[in-house]
T-cell receptor, first 110, second 115 residues
Framework: GQNIDQPTEMTATEGAIVQINCTYQ??????LFWYQQHAGEAPTFLSY????GLEEKGRFSSFLSRSKGYSYLLLKELQMKDSASYLC???????????FGSGTRLLVRP | SAVISQKPSRDICQRGTSLTIQCQVD?????MFWYRQQPGQSLTLIAT?????????ESGFVIDKFPISRPNLTFSTLTVSNMSPEDSSIYLC????????????FGQGTRLTVV
């Protein structure tokens, strides 16, 4: 079957670094995506990995290990506005549809 | 990136009625999807809206309950039929980008409450 696992909730301090992990099992693999979703809003795209390694984009980085079925999203220099849900999603086959994890609610405290 | 207009943004409906949600994209796209996000949960794919043919539904979703239209490459509708309180959710339209990442872009969603 296809499955995406990520922690339900995390708490971190403003200015710190937090790592949100995601493990996936899919039938085929065509990319791993991270989205940010603030309460009451639509998800917005953060990052994409299809090859092993680290992709850095400003304060956000995402890592992928295809052999381990594992990814993480790293948020540096946390800001209060980073409090949101972070959704891990995988594209299994070539049909373009995404399979989403349950999301990780991140609370950034002063 | 694609700009997606979805309406209505929210609605409160009586049980047993139907609601049609519209999704308009500012450019032609091949792939359009409809997702449901129940309170406090992540996104679940309802179906892929195919232009010129019947939508492809995911397990647990059927055409009689969620009929979908896709008359052209920029527009789609999702109808939630014979609604019950369990249908109270956010419904999101999504399209695929054409850039390297082909990430999905989302409309702002329709917050549906069934009473």
């Amino acid at each position: 079957g296809q499955n995406i696992d990520q922690p339900t909730e995390m708490t971190a301090t403003e200015g710190a670094i937090v790592q949100i992990n995601c493990t996936y099992q899919t039938s085929g693999f065509n990319g791993l995506f991270w989205y940010q979703q603030h309460a009451g809003e639509a998800p917005t795209f953060l990052s994409y990995n299809v090859l092993d390694g680290l992709e850095e984009k400003g304060r956000f980085s995402s890592f992928l290990s295809r052999s381990k079925g594992y990814s993480y999203l790293l948020l540096k220099e946390l800001q209060m506005k980073d409090s949101a849900s972070y959704l891990c999603a995988a594209r299994g086959d070539s049909s373009y549809k995404l399979i989403f994890g349950s999301g990780t609610r991140l609370l950034v405290r002063p | 990136s694609a700009v997606i207009s979805q309406k209505p943004s929210r609605d409160i409906c009586q049980r047993g009625t139907s609601l049609t949600i519209q999704c308009q994209v500012d450019s032609q796209v091949t792939m359009m999807f409809w997702y449901r996000q129940q309170p406090g949960q992540s996104l679940t794919l309802i179906a892929t809206a195919n232009q010129g043919s019947e939508a492809t539904y995911e397990s647990g979703f059927v055409i009689d309950k969620f009929p979908i239209s896709r008359p052209n490459l920029t527009f789609s509708t999702l109808t939630v039929s014979n609604m019950s309180p369990e249908d109270s959710s956010i419904y999101l339209c999504s399209v695929e980008g054409t850039g390297r990442n082909t990430e999905a872009f989302f409309g702002q969603g329709t917050r549906l409450t069934v009473v």
